[in-house]
């Protein structure tokens, strides 16, 4: 009888186990030996969502990555996201916001200076002046919920205060969408390992040779031309609840649910917005195309008519079937904003109720051009009807505190006073014009000429916004700054420091935007926003010539102290000897008249040493700084000066208050207070008088008269 040794039976097992493992192991290894190499030989993207920021003088803040659409790109190109940043290391007291969404929150069709984002960004910043605000825009073009999902689980990992989201339009179209030509997989959980992979270069590289194999085998590229919107379609209809409908609102409610949880779960604050559509301007997609009247067609029909008879609640409710079954699907279906409610009742989100804001703002509770571009897209209105929105739902939440309630102003105000001009609406009007020369805003056989062809520039401004328009590889910023010297050479400064200033709201992350504005700021007489400017400048670059205009402002306001420290750091990095003799002119000349007599003396002595006794001749001593009147309301309170010495006081007392709804100058502020102390009210007198106190604090008469009202 032949009986194996137990041992020789366990050796086998040992081996055979062994090999089992090695063979099972070696793909993987192999795998991670391909990462290693293909990591070493710099292949593939970084493909998180935050990087350093490469900028030189930078290297302190994360930027988003300008990459980052790569992931979700294959066949079509993308928009890099805004240049916002962020510090690496969170400092104590800082609230930090992300802003996640597509091209309405990019702020198509204009520039970044309009995107919703950057207006919530100053009006929080000034609600809340103890706090360091950072608001962070995360948005790219033609994404979904696909995308907001694997966004959340980086956002989260970089301490987050809290979460604005506003998705839905891109459900069928977007990327990874049901109806979209830049697909992956229907199924939710492949589209989930393809994100979750392409952090990968393994996967990367086998995904970049697909798609060459592909193009290969098929002997063309991509024919189809026109914008973005039409080229990435590939189910030009999706009737209302068919297969691709449902499925796309499941995968939505899906990815939202999964956004939400990340969050809430870690007590990060969601605000959840609803989406707007077009609905009385834009006719239905469907029939227009395809030019046969639909059951959208008829809603649409009716409507109209119904609003020409004013029915007005009929044909709003009309204008929102007819967008319902418009079967192209670029406008989101209202469950999208059911799906939004419901989420933010169950998790307990903030519900930022967007479409009553703009059915609020709209003619007879019905939205349309007055407040969209086109579809989807909000025009400059809706944009700041859109911050305001957003604003109203935080300040109300409580979570950052109580608001600074001297610097409240309503969203008008600071449409008035935003950094955009002419140039932005033609830019984003060249764009409109194009996009609704293509599908879907017409037939997809509409042989009209080529916009960018047959349009021809009416002005120097217009042929500025069109060269930008036409051609990308021109950049806007650098277009605006040279329309901004055009107009300074002519001695044109208020419409110089207006492209200044939309230049410094596209980015306001660049010192040298603060410099320009603040300079023209000076040459119209607006010192405190000037000198505000130049501190702000310092935040990311030292610069010899903001500390010395900042001592310039400071001695005009007559606090010759604050004067000193700037000089002084002006001194210290003087490029030039001339430059360092006449800061030094200006140091003694503010420790002179400071009182500070030793301090003066030593540096009259080093001005001697230099021979540059010339800045020793001292002029009077006098108080200037309530002759700079801001530029905004110059005419205004100079009109009200005539009318007081006239003895009018209500109506320079008129005039002033309607001209603190255009600009809340401090100016305006003191002659109110000190006429209305003239007629008898000192109540009144002393509310005026306070809101200028901080300006005024040096100028001796300023405080007798506040004394008086006291």
């Known amino acids: ?67 980052i659409g790569k992931k979700y790109f294959q066949k079509f190109e993308y928009d890099t996201p805004p240049n916002d940043i962020f510090l690496k290391k969170k400092p104590q007291g800082t609230v930090r916001i992300f802003v996640v969404g597509s091209s309405t929150v990019y702020g198509f069709p204009f520039h970044y200076n309009l995107m919703f984002s950057r207006i919530l960004h100053k009006r929080l910043r000034e609600s809340y002046p103890y706090q360091h605000i950072e608001v962070v825009n995360t948005a790219i073009t033609a994404v979904n919920s696909h995308t907001l999902r694997d966004f959340s689980g980086e956002i989260l990992k970089y301490d987050p205060d809290a979460v604005l989201v506003y998705a839905g339009h891109n459900e069928f179209y977007g990327a990874f969408g049901t109806g979209s030509n830049e697909s992956m997989s229907k199924s939710r959980i492949l589209t989930r390992l393809h994100l979750r992979f392409m952090d990968l270069r393994f996967y990367q590289l086998f995904r970049n040779m697909a798609g060459s194999i592909g193009k290969m085998g098929s002997g063309k590229q991509d024919k189809v031309h026109g914008t973005l919107m039409k080229r990435i379609v590939a189910n030009k209809s999706i009737p209302l609840e068919s297969a691709d409908f449902r499925l796309a609102m499941t995968r939505y409610r899906q990815n939202m649910e999964a956004l939400v949880q990340t969050f809430t779960e870690k007590e990060i604050p969601l605000f959840l917005s609803e989406v707007v559509s077009n609905v009385k301007d834009i006719k239905p997609f469907s029939a227009v195309t395809a030019g046969v009247k639909d059951g959208a067609w008829d809603a649409y029909a009716g409507a109209v008519k119904a609003y020409n008879q004013a029915a007005y609640e009929e044909a709003r409710d009309l204008f929102y079937k007819a967008k319902e079954l418009d079967a192209v699907r670029f406008r989101a279906s209202e469950e999208v904003n059911s799906i939004i409610r419901e989420l933010s009742m169950e998790y307990g989100s903030y519900d930022v109720s967007m479409l009553n804001h703009f059915q609020a703002a709209s003619p007879h509770g019905i939205i349309g051009n007055n407040l969209m571009t086109e579809h989807v897209h909000p025009n400059i209105e809706g944009n700041f009807l859109m911050a305001d929105a957003f604003y109203s739902e935080i300040v109300q939440s409580g979570i950052f505190g109580e608001v600074d309630t001297s610097r409240l102003y309503p969203s008008e105000y600071y449409k008035i006073n935003w950094g955009y001009t002419a140039l932005d609406s033609l830019q984003a009007h060249h764009r409109i014009a194009n996009l609704k020369s293509h599908w879907p805003f017409v037939r997809a056989d509409n042989n009209s000429a080529d916009y960018r062809l047959s349009y021809r520039p009416k002005s120097k401004v217009d042929s500025i916004a069109f060269t930008a328009f036409k051609d990308p590889g021109q950049s806007i910023d650098e277009l605006r700054l040279e329309l901004a010297r055009w107009y300074e050479a002519r001695g044109d400064h208020y419409a110089a420091y207006r492209e200044y200033e939309a230049l410094l709201c596209t980015n306001p992350y660049l010192a040298v935007n603060y410099r320009d504005a603040a300079s023209s700021l000076i040459r119209l007489g607006h010192l405190p926003l000037a000198l505000e400017y130049f501190k702000r400048s310092l935040a990311y670059e030292p610069s010899y010539y903001a500390h010395f205009r900042m001592g310039e402002i400071y001695f005009i306001k007559g606090d010759y102290l604050s004067a000193r420290r700037s000089f002084e750091e002006a001194f210290a990095i003087a490029p030039q000897k001339s430059d360092k003799l006449k800061t030094l002119g200006k140091l003694y000349i503010s420790c002179l008249y400071g009182g500070q007599d030793s301090d003066a003396k030593a540096i009259a002595g080093q001005l001697k040493q230099y021979d540059a006794a010339q800045y020793l001749n001292i002029p009077p001593k ?89």
């Open 622 to 710: 006098q108080y200037t700084y309530n002759k700079y009147i801001p530029y905004k309301t110059k005419n205004q309170v100079l009109t009200a000066i005539q009318l007081r010495s006239e003895g009018r006081f209500t109506e320079a007392i008129s005039l002033l208050e309607s001209s603190l709804n255009l600009y809340d100058s401090h100016v305006a502020q003191r002659l109110l207070g000190e006429i209305w102390l003239e007629v008898g009210n000192n109540h009144k007198a002393l509310y005026h008088l306070n809101r200028a106190a901080g300006e005024f604090a040096f100028d001796p008469g300023f405080s007798a008269v506040k004394n008086q009202a006291n």
């Open 1 to 67: 009888m032949n009986v194996s040794s137990p041992l020789k039976h366990t050796k086998n097992s040992f081996r055979e186990g062994l090999f089992r493992f090695i063979t099972l192991s070696l793909p993987v290894i192999i795998l991670l030996l391909l990462e290693g190499g293909l990591r070493l030989l710099h292949y593939g993207d970084n493909l998180n969502l935050f990087i350093e920021n490469p900028k030189e003088g930078y290297e302190e803040y994360l930027i988003v990555n300008p990459d």
